[in-house]
């Protein structure tokens, strides 16, 4: 059992949950509570360690087994220590350090969404969320993004992160990936102007730019756009949250779609 806070695993499940230079240079992220661990479980090859503390449930017991079953190093700690380490107030027991794995990007996509400056964490995680649920083939993260490998990210993605495909990457990389795709349509969502969503047709091949909570798109990806769409609002509000406005723009495209 590991009982010091001077403990090499300790000292690095810190600096992971604390900094992004020190999740980029080791390559690795953390995965926290049973929902997300039962998720990395799936993925246990990604797995560098798992950490846990007594008391666990039953739920918790068999994700433990679950991982030393797969050949994971599996450590127990002290429940201050878990304490110490996790990022929520009420921590469930066991924390996994993942190995940052994301799933490549599809050769054929039909749907794909492109986070621009998404800076707020619970956006993005949410952003992970939204797009997971509705069948999003890609999400493309611009510069200006919150770290998709945050441990707030992570939490708000509700383990998509093991099923979404995702890159970040530059505007040129992004439109030279897309422009690869055949009869592709870019829209930017614009609260500023643009044709309606309820209008737009959005059942051809699309890629849709969500833009930041304060600026909405920026230059470089109104330039890429072939058009901006928006959210028709009839009340006095000029915008909303990101992740409301991408929800609801990702759904429309899956009632379109459905509706075909």
Known sequence: MITSAQNKRIQEVRRLGAKRKEREAAGLYIAEGIRLVEEALSHSEDCAYLLWCAPLSERAEKLVKGFADADVSVEEITPQLMDSIAGTDSPQGVLAVMRMAPLPLPEKADFVVIADGIQDPGNLGTL?????????????????????????????????????????????????????????????????????????????????????????????????????????????????????????????????????
Request: hydrophobic residues 45%; contains cysteine; glycine residues 8%.
């Open 128 to 260: 992970f969320r939204t797009a997971a649920a509705a069948g999003v083939d890609a999400l493309l993260l611009m510069p200006g993004c919150a770290d998709e490998f945050s441990p707030k990210v992570i939490r708000s993605g509700m383990g998509t992160h093991f099923r979404l495909p995702f890159a970040r990457m530059d505007w040129n990389a992004a439109e030279s990936w897309l422009h690869n795709l055949p009869d592709m349509q870019i829209l930017a969502a614009d609260s500023d102007g643009g044709i309606s969503c309820w209008k737009t047709d959005l059942r051809n091949p699309t890629a849709l730019i969500i833009g930041s909570e304060a600026n909405g798109p920026c230059d470089r990806a109104l330039a890429a756009a072939d058009a901006r769409i928006l959210i028709p609002m009839p009340g006095e509000i000029e915008s909303l949250n990101a992740g409301i406005a991408a929800g609801i723009l990702i759904f429309e495209v899956v009632r379109q779609r459905n509706n075909a």
